[in-house]
């Protein structure tokens, strides 16, 4: 598996880094982990002129609560979520998407923001940060802006996140007291791609669905968020009947494909079984166990 | 405290395995990592159509980069008469694509260039234009009338058969069937697969043009025969030809093949004058190399109402691409799959077998199997849980009440093999009892009132394995005996030669285990050599579990043969006659004085320096070594599963597997045999699959698409032995290579439908995915 030739840049500062992109354009791209744009370059589906790695730069690799936010830096890797004690505390539905992700030799160094700027459909971070509602930092020479996940994914390998741009931080709210999420994944084997899951975090208030945040992965043209069915539990009481609701609400979101991986009445069963065992195992959390 | 010893490497010793030092330091020597002086690089132009007319081809763009220095086309190959080649199975097959493509991935044109890089990117800009035609994905497809035809080329081809073959007794089984209480039927397909070794394979074809001698470093299970055969195709003569097959990452059966790009390489060099490498990618080797099964299986099996089995009709379709290329003894057009009576006592059966060409992969190989063993296996193992459904038996007592029992070995199956030896209710017994069958059978009854869904599945598999006897079985007309040549040095150190070829079997260990118990010379004394055709006596290859039966009892013969040699050195040592000396582990002496003993290690030294009178010098040998049978391992594998009724996914919670191969030459590289083969047997029940689709695009082209097991999905393995040794192998010793692939994807599969048998279903086709159980589950009302 031999790529097509491509002039490696590594620059030592973002600036520089995003002066090249901004100097290459639709040529250059971004090396972070290079677990999923290494393969295509030796596949040869992308060819692009220039490489800008971006592991020469110091302090790109963080993860903190700061300020009611958690920031999750561009090279912070999956293998480092994986064993992260702030996500296994507080953020389960995190917690447990890291050592769903591919494998480990993959975890080791694919890195969550590459992942969610690759967007690829069956990718599980878009869907884990869509379930949380996080805001998604894009830097370019021009300027920084700000995208909301549900903003940010537009179609298969398809974001808002320009060629001149660094996805350069993941913002995504403290989490509350009472929080609980889980994160429900079917493959075929270890290292496949999601054939269907299901993030779901939940905020408990007060006895009560505070919030309820719910991603699909792999049922759609891009990482999908059940809005609906997240509606239909704001300030419910998570019983047996609202579960089976919101669970076939998010059945109803999901838009999959056949494929070699199940039929599209077979995906959407899963997703159904997987939004109604996810919304239990939050809840759980949410009240302290499991 | 006692002082361990360290074991000197006895049949039966656990010693480690010599080899695993230099793989584990990475100080192996694959293909890869020859590298010659000057040295060009090939890559390869392939059809991105499964059938599509070749219009014109332009080099051109190709030609022009910088570091190219040739492009081969079919036209070029056919001006040597090279564009064709003959096939393991007697027919012919395209090297480079001359009027038409038939597969997605056939070979088209190679670029040889200074860079592996620049002829990759150079082979991208050949510009070939085709007419695409119709293509033909199934055998069923292609035996309709008016089915386009694949093999136009061919003279008197006029449709897409390409052989019928019965073995059996088809009045005699038809009788049986009109005697018969009940007939079970059952239809499966065992689909296409890979043996995807690690390594893919390659070749460096190094031929000198001043004197003519080809040095070709190849990916071979059987340099010695493709040495004769690239002899016979290229017109070479035999003794300018050296096959050097180096360390190998796996070959499962995907090495047993001449593939094309092995003989452009060798013209290239040939016609350029220089080393040249080829070395394919992952996806080459999935889209193009030797594939597996494609076998579309009918089996009817007449019963008498108490469950004893009284006759089995079997119809098979195979699928063997766009040329016949498969691996496999001349006379039998599909193999062995006629071993398909399995363990049962069957007084009557009938085999029918049809193939088909398809515009798919040739080159069907027997992926870790004695040559389609493994699809007989699985079929009489499925038919034979359907039928235990269909007559309400348990699948262990209808099979104890079939199975061949001990006192009737040597057995002649219906469909003519003599069976050497077995006690198939022993192995059977022993894994009920490791599993502790009745309590999970009572759980399993109890958790069946909950809705929920657990299986136990059942396979208890005869192979037949260890290929000759030369008279019945031959690859391309070469008999099917090994050799192996042993030299004891002055020192009483040894090197022994043969003709198999490891692939990772850990013949460099186990081979010199046998000399070790024959002579009483250490294994860690002993150097093992294979692969250099120059350096090693003629044989066939490994495969087909073929090396210890064949390549191991020629290694116990040439120890014997000079153990006689020793003796009479001995004697003389001794000052006694030849027939008062005995020897024991290494050790000669005079009967009845043990206490005056001369070693082995003295008797070699002396072989070279204090010889009787009137015998040669020098403790040297060589055997060729021609099987009276085959042996016949066997097994029971039991395989306990959990099924999640709301996604369908199926969880191996247990495995057992009781094997006997006869005498275990290295109990540990045997399990570590069982291990690989059961992971693999594993894979291809639940995951292994090359598909295509309409238009006959392969979707299994790379890892992502076609999946292997990893240490991750893979169950723990329980096992067991018994020991039935092989009455005519020298050392009793049965081959286990294969075992394991060959039956546990009925064990597997079985289980699942233990799971579900009382919902009504009898046959989810491999591979087992979740979603074909989800959907069978909701068929039946029964998912959630």
Known sequence: ?290 | MAVETPLKGNIGDSIKRKEDDRFIRGKGNYLDDVVLPGMLHMAINRSPFAHAKIKSINTDAAQAVPGVVAVVTGELLAQHKLAWMPTLSGDTQAVLATDKVRFQGQEVACVIATDPYVARDAAGLIEVDYEVLKAVVTPQQALKSGAPLIRDEKEGQTNNHIYHWEAGDKAKTDEAFAKADKVVKLDTFYPRCHPSPLETCGIVADVNPATGHATLWMTSQAPHAHRTLFAIVAGLPEQNIRIISPDIGGGFGNKVPIYPGYVVATAASLLIGKPVKWVEDRSENLISTGFARDYYMSGELALRNDGRMLGLRVKMLSDNGAFYADAQPTKFRAGLFHIVTGSYDLPAAHVVTDGAYTNKAPGGVAYRCSFRVTEASYLIERLVESAALEMNMDPTEIRLKNFIQPEQFPYMSATGFEYDSGNYPRAMQLALDKLGYKELRKEQAEKRKKGELMGIGVASFTEVVGAGPGKHYDIAGLRMFDSAELRVHPTGKAILKLGVKSQGQGHETTFAQIVTEELGIPAADIEVQEGDTDNTPYGLGTYASRSTPVGGAATAMVSRKLRDKAKKIAAHLLEASEADIEFDHGKFFVRGSPSKSKTIQDVAFAAYTNLPDGLEAGLEGVTYYDPPNMTFPFGTYLVVVDIDRGTGQVKVRRMVAVDDCGVRINPMVVEGQIHGGLTEGFGIAFMELITFDEEGNCLGSNFTDYLLPTSWETPKFEMGETVTPSPHHPIGAKGVGESATVGSPAAFVNAVIDAVGHLGIRNIDMPVTSDKVWAALNEKGAAE
Not at chain 1, 19 to 43: H, M, N
Not at chain 1, 124 to 140: K, N, P, Q, Y
């Open chain 1, 1 to 290: 598996m031999l790529p097509a030739p491509f002039e490696y840049h590594a620059p030592r500062s973002v600036d520089e880094a995003l002066d090249l992109l901004d100097q290459f354009g639709d040529e250059g791209k971004v090396l972070a982990g290079g677990q999923s744009l290494i393969p295509l370059l030796k596949l040869r589906f992308a060819s692009p002129g220039h490489l800008v790695d971006i592991n020469t730069i110091k302090d790109l690799d963080f993860i903190e609560e700061r300020d009611g936010t958690l920031r999750i830096g561009p090279l912070f890797r999956h293998k480092a979520a994986e064993r992260s004690s702030l996500l296994a505390s507080r953020y389960h539905v995190m917690a447990d998407a890291a050592p769903q992700i591919a494998d480990p030799i993959i975890r080791n160094r694919g890195t969550i923001a590459g992942s969610v700027a690759h967007a690829d459909p069956s990718g599980d971070w878009g869907t884990v940060l869509l379930a949380m509602d996080a805001d998604l930092i894009l830097r370019s020479k021009k300027g920084t802006r700000t995208v909301k996940a549900r903003d940010f994914f537009s179609g298969p390998f398809s974001t808002a996140l320009e060629p001149t741009e660094i996805l350069s931080e993941i913002r995504i709210p403290a989490a509350k007291p009472m929080t609980g999420g889980s994160y429900l994944k079917l493959e075929r084997k270890v290292g496949d791609f999601a054939t269907v899951a299901v993030a779901v975090h939940l905020v408990m208030d007060d006895g009560k669905v505070g919030s309820a945040g719910i991603g699909l992965t792999a049922v759609g043209p891009q990482n999908l968020k059940a809005e609906k069915a997240e509606a239909s539990l704001k300030g419910a009481r998570l019983d047996d009947a609202a579960i089976k609701q919101a669970a076939a609400l998010a059945a109803e979101a999901a838009d999959p494909k056949a494929d070699h991986r199940g039929s599209v009445e077979y995906k959407r069963n899963v997703v159904r079984v997987f939004t109604e065992r996810g919304l239990k195992r939050a809840y759980e959390r949410a009240r302290g166990g499991g």
